[in-house]
């Protein structure tokens, strides 16, 4: 294939702002799909993205085009989320590309993640292709909006365009835009053959499916392959091209090109996104750099509620790691519920997203523990260790000095909200950096906010506060010093490791007074009473009690002597105090997800 007519591109915008709606407009315009069986979030294939409305994994697509100079194009199209959770996918989805379509709302403007992705995507040297959406919404003000994309992202008047994915206006325009922008793909023929991962994903049938993007040379399925990052050889099974929604076998792909191959890959820990491809006969000179790695910044630990399924949870993990790279996981034992995994994400969503994955995909029925992040302590004997469940924390007396992650936080709200945010942001422990107004009625925020404040609840309340016209994105930016204190929840005197955490010395009382008086209300009354305590080491700062559930012990006695219910009291007094002794609480699912977000 004459590689001139290759377009690679992908889709990159905010959440919400129409990049799925433009990617259905597009294969339809190509003709992938047939225009009478309209279908909405058409490369969105989980049912959980449709259902949310979100792009949560990046999709690969190739596509031809006949553009208006009577030539016939080939464009390789991929669709990005844009949750803040979901940066990773963004940006291996953007090192495969040459070119990136930056959608912006006419009703929103410019928000926090269309300023994130844009240099993300100028970092590594991609053209960008600025187009405003939703023109055709009533309530927009575009000449604002407009003014916003040259003042804040600097371009020209002319370079933007105007479009509306759901009425399919501007479509065309666009993909001129990307044949006449977006640069040929680099490398030649002749050099020997190297191909990057840049995906994977898991068939029961095929075994692991690896997507790539040929750089330089020719592959075809004669070609004994070698993965230089992981030094294993493959034979190649099946070579082929996501065209039209279906998976099409191709006998060979040349530089340039974007395809997938399968090789009888059964254990999905054998790729590494990101891995170099080359001929075990004829090697490139030099691997890829790989992907960075994204360190997580949340972390949890993930339990089967049948201890029996451990090891299905640990096979559905390893390919759900195939398709997020983003996840990590290793084993961890808990006192509460055995066996498990602690889990590390990239954000709360992103904790959301793979449990449910994990429950509907592979059909398990999971415990999931309150999120902590990474705190570092300095210890009196073993120097710096790094702490990412409350167990680890050394005792008091040992630890010298704590410290604890900052993020840097980057607000785009409306004017008229900067009070209520700014609050917000100062009670969960943030420090204002810097303002800039973006026209006459938003204004971007800069805050510097320990990540514990920001995980959980910060974004939602936020988007309350400015009602819905906010936005955030937060970058990772280092250690600072802390004073941190292991908050335990006791049930009967005995220590519970799930509702454990790591919290701030200053914010311990409110935090420990919400939960216990949140667990009396989600665990249930059981047949003896539950004493609920919040304790630091062994001073005990908040406490409630459960009743026990009453069970009239009299009810068949008629009449006669006292004695005869006394006798029956007394009985059944001996018999709560035992149960009580001996016997488990019952703590239901709820709980657990509750307390979450507390």
Known sequence: ??????????????????????????????????????????????????????????????????????????????????????????????????????????????????????????ELGLTVIPVINKIDLTAIDLPRVQRQVIS??????????????????????????????????????????????????????????????????????????????????????????????????????????????????????????????????????????????????????????????????????????????????????????????????????HMEIVQERLEREYDLNLIVTVPNVMYRVRTKEDGTIEIDTPAKLPAPQDIEEAFEPYASLLLIIPLDTIEVVCELAKARRGTFKSNDYLGEDRVKIVFEIPLSELIVDFYDRMKSLTKGYGSLDYEFQGYKPTRLVKLDILLNGTICDAFSSLIHKDKVSHKAHALVSRLKELIPRQLFEVSVQAAIGTQIIASEKIRSVGKQVTAKCYGGDITRKRKL??????????????????????????????
């Not at 080939?74 to 669709?79: A, E, G």
């Not at 096979?315 to 066996?339: H, R, W």
């Open 1 to 122: 294939m004459n590689k001139r007519s290759i377009r690679n591109f992908c889709i990159i915008a905010h959440i919400d702002h129409g990049k799925s709606t433009l990617a259905d407009r597009i294969l339809e315009l190509t003709g992938a799909v047939d225009r009478r069986h309209k279908a909405t979030q058409l490369l969105d294939d989980m049912d959980l993205e449709k259902e949310r409305g979100i792009t949560i994994k990046a999709s690969m697509v190739r596509l031809s085009y006949q553009a208006r100079d009577g030539e016939e194009y080939i464009l390789n199209l991929i669709d990005t989320p844009g949750h803040v959770d979901f940066t990773y996918e963004v940006s291996k989805s953007l090192a495969a590309c040459e070119g990136a379509v930056l959608v912006i709302d006419a009703g929103q403007g410019i928000e926090a993640q269309t300023v994130a992705n844009f240099y993300l995507a100028k």
């Open 152 to 349: 804040v992202l600097g371009f020209k008047e002319e370079e933007i365009i105007l479009a509306s994915a759901k009425e399919g206006i501007g479509v065309e325009d666009i993909l001129e835009r990307i044949i006449a922008c977006v640069p040929v793909p680099q490398g030649e023929i002749e050099n020997p053959l190297k191909a990057l991962v840049f995906d994977s994903r898991f068939d029961a049938y095929r075994g692991v499916l690896v997507f790539l993007r040929m750089v330089d040379g020719i592959l075809d399925p004669s070609v004994q392959i070698k993965l230089l990052h992981l030094g294993k050889s493959y034979k190649i099974e099946e070579l082929g091209i996501f065209k039209d929604l279906k998976y099409s076998k191709t006998d060979s792909l040349s530089c340039g090109e974007v395809g997938y191959f399968t090789a009888n890959i059964r254990d999905a820990r054998e790729i590494i996104i990101g891995d170099t491809i080359t001929d075990v006969a004829n090697p490139c000179a030099e691997a890829f750099p790989g992907y960075r790695q994204l360190k997580p910044l949340v972390f949890c630990g993930i339990y089967p509620v049948n201890p029996g399924d451990f090891p299905r949870l640990r096979d559905a993990m390893d390919k759900l790691k195939l398709s997020d790279a983003s996840f990590v996981f290793e084993p961890e034992n808990s006192q509460s519920f055995g066996t498990g995994f602690r889990c590390g994400f990239l954000g709360l969503l």
């Open 569 to 598: 009291w007394e009985g059944q007094k001996k018999g709560k105090k035992r149960l009580k002794q001996f016997g488990k609480v019952e703590i239901p699912q709820e709980a657990f997800l509750e307390v979450l977000k507390l």
